[in-house]
């Protein structure tokens, strides 16, 4: 009976070794993971940072091209001012402005801003704003007649409403119109 003893407390002493082996080598698996983990966590931290940074500097500098474009058109003002001043003649700055004004809106064109087609169009209250209206027998809807300041939508937003004239039925003809409806 000693002997199994012995046998098994030598066995459980090799199990118990084996154990501390095993807990040991997970225990130094577990700190790699760890150290990795750490590591990575810092790079993407650092790649947040960096990203910020990018995002910060193209916010800061996203408008240069189209702010090279207009200082060419301050250019050209400017030299159509000067020009007219050197000729004291009219015709010389009207030619300059229009060059200029042809330009800038070519300018905007390429920023995807074009101007809201109005006069004649149904009046529409997420392009236009009416600033008069006119009664006329005969007429359907409400039709824009007029266009007071142009309205603009940069690509299919509109960012300033058309200020318009409209025409439309009198009041008291519509109500006939409800009536028989």
């Known amino acids: 009976m000693l002997g199994e003893k012995k046998e098994e407390?030598?066995?459980?002493?090799?199990?118990?070794e084996?154990?501390?082996?095993?807990?040991?080598?997970?225990?130094?698996?577990s700190e790699e993971y760890l150290v990795q983990l750490k590591y990575a966590r810092a790079d993407v931290e650092n790649l947040r940072k960096s990203f910020d940074q990018k995002l910060e500097e193209a916010r800061k500098y996203s408008n240069e091209r189209i702010i090279?474009?207009?200082?060419?058109?301050?250019d050209e003002l400017e030299m159509a001012v000067q020009s007219a001043r050197?000729?004291?003649?009219?015709?010389?700055l009207i030619q300059g402005v229009e060059m200029t004004l042809k330009k800038l809106r070519k300018t905007l064109q390429?920023?995807?801003?074009?101007?809201?087609?109005?006069?004649?169009?149904p009046f529409d209250p997420l392009k236009h704003n009416a600033v008069e209206r006119t009664e006329k027998e005969g007429v359907e809807g409400c039709m824009v007649i007029e266009e007071i300041r142009k309205g603009y939508t940069l690509r299919e937003k509109v960012i300033r409403p058309s200020m318009v004239k409209v025409v439309m039925q009198p009041l008291q003809s519509q109500k006939e119109a409800k009536l028989y409806e």
Do not use: H, M
């Open 18 to 29: 084996a154990l501390k082996k095993a807990l040991e080598a997970e225990k130094k698996r």
């Open 86 to 92: 050197s000729s004291n003649s009219t015709e010389a």
């Open 110 to 121: 390429n920023e995807g801003v074009n101007p809201i087609k109005s006069v004649g169009a």
């Open 9 to 16: 407390q030598e066995k459980r002493s090799k199990q118990t």
């Open 68 to 74: 090279i474009e207009l200082l060419d058109v301050v």
